[in-house]
């Protein structure tokens, strides 16, 4: 059985629309994922959850 690795958590910046994958922190043995505090693209701190992004520009 082969494993497969636990795909990041990914933002999708609301002014450009950069796609980023979520920075990574340990705690209580668990990882969570968050957005980075400024896009490098634009400058923008808004960012969406990617799963969020995709559903509200499609509706």
Avoid: N
């Avoid at 990882?31 to 808004?46: K, V």
């Amino acid at each position: 059985m082969s494993h497969t690795p636990e795909l990041p958590e990914r933002y999708v910046c609301d002014g450009c629309h950069a796609v980023y994958a979520g920075t990574v922190t340990r705690e209580s043995g668990s990882y969570h994922y968050s957005p980075p505090d400024e896009c490098a693209a634009c400058g923008t701190t808004e960012f969406i959850a990617f799963e969020q992004y995709v559903r509200r520009r499609t509706q």
